[in-house]
T-cell receptor
Framework: AQKITQTQPGMFVQEKEAVTLDCTYD???????LFWYKQPSSGEMIFLIY??????QNATEGRYSLNFQKARKSANLVISASQLGDSAMYFC???????????FGSGTRLQVQP | NAGVTQTPKFQVLKTGQSMTLQCAQD?????MSWYRQDPGMGLRLIHY???????DQGEVPNGYNVSRSTTEDFPLRLLSAAPSQTSVYFC??????????????FGQGTRLTVV
């Protein structure tokens, strides 16, 4: 079985500051991928960043980086220099090799304040 | 690039009515799936398909049917709508499920209310 836990229902951050959204996971799969998706108020799911379980380096995509600590089973999303447009719901998800679906966490609502 | 197209975006049904949510992708993805999103619960898998003619149940399949006659289309049918099916529905497609680094592309979502 797979499980994703996001313990922060809501977060506030000041514009231009960095923010870390927490994600811990549990799986018995030896190979898996970890994903972060952004869901703005308009409702669509936007892929942000991916980390493979065997990747040696933490993933980065522009202002997004994934702080992957395999031993702790955590995959935190770091957003640098927050912008007002970053206000959204953020979901952590994972997929094991051959698994039929992504397993999602319950999400964190981020609000960026001017 | 169209990606994954879902229709309708909003729908209100009366209890007992049936309807079909449409989903089409133009990326030639073999794997397609339907999720529902409920408050505080993230997304849960309803049904999925690994190719034309092949479908299977997900975590919450009751009350829903699917078929996959072509690679592009994967409609979701509500047989007899119930208030418990009030939710936001997402269709997603992926190149593969066997490679764990395959991201899922999502449609815009359908907000369904059953009264």
């Amino acid at each position: 079985a797979q499980k994703i836990t996001q313990t922060q229902p809501g977060m506030f951050v000041q514009e231009k500051e960095a923010v870390t959204l927490d994600c811990t996971y549990d799986t018995s799969d030896p190979s898996y991928g970890l994903f972060w998706y952004k869901q703005p108020s308009s409702g669509e799911m936007i892929f942000l960043i991916y980390q493979g379980s065997y990747d040696q380096q933490n993933a980065t995509e522009g202002r997004y980086s994934l702080n992957f600590q395999k031993a702790r089973k955590s995959a935190n999303l770091v957003i640098s220099a927050s912008q007002l447009g970053d206000s959204a719901m953020y979901f952590c998800a994972m997929r094991g090799a051959g698994r039929r679906a992504l397993t999602f966490g319950s999400g964190t609502r981020l609000q960026v304040q001017p | 690039n169209a990606g994954v197209t879902q229709t309708p975006k909003f729908q209100v049904l009366k209890t007992g009515q049936s309807m079909t949510l449409q989903c089409a992708q133009d990326m030639n993805h073999e794997y397609m799936s339907w999720y529902r999103q409920d408050p505080g619960m993230g997304l849960r898998l309803i049904h999925y398909s690994v190719g034309a003619g092949i479908t299977d149940q997900g975590e919450v399949p009751n009350g829903y049917n699917v078929s996959r006659s072509t690679t592009e289309d994967f409609p979701l049918r509500l047989l007899s709508a119930a208030p418990s099916q009030t939710s936001v529905y997402f269709c997603a497609s992926s190149y593969s499920i066997y490679n764990p680094n395959t991201e899922a592309f999502f449609g815009q979502g359908t907000r369904l209310t059953v009264v």
